[in-house]
C-alpha cells in the first residue's frame, strides 16, 4: 500500500517499491519513493490493470532502480527515527524540571 511503515520497511530492506496507495499518507509516500528513484510511480487503486502493473514492476526490477534502492538502504541503516524522538523528548522534559 505505502503507508510510513511499508515504506520504511523497504527502504530499510534496500528494496525498490511498487505502490498501489488506497487512502492518506500512501499517496505521499508513493511519491516521494519515486522522486528518490527507489520506486516506480505509484498506480491508485482504482485504476490499477494488469499491463499497467506489470510495467511498473519492470521498472522495480530495473538495475539501476535496484542500485538506488540498495544505497538508500545502506544510508539508512542503523537509523533509529523512534529512540531519538524518545531521547529529544525525555532531554526536554529532563530541562523542564
Known sequence: HG?????????????????????????????RLHDL????????????????LARRLRQAAAPAMQQRAAELGRAVAGEDGCGRAIDQVERWLAERR
Open 3 to 31: 503507508g510510513a511503515g511499508t515504506t520504511s520497511s523497504a527502504v530499510r530492506a534496500g528494496t525498490p517499491s511498487v505502490v498501489l496507495p488506497h487512502f492518506a499518507d500512501q499517496f505521499y509516500w508513493g511519491k
Open 37 to 52: 528513484g527507489v520506486a516506480a510511480s505509484p498506480i491508485p487503486r482504482p485504476v490499477v490493470r494488469p499491463g499497467k
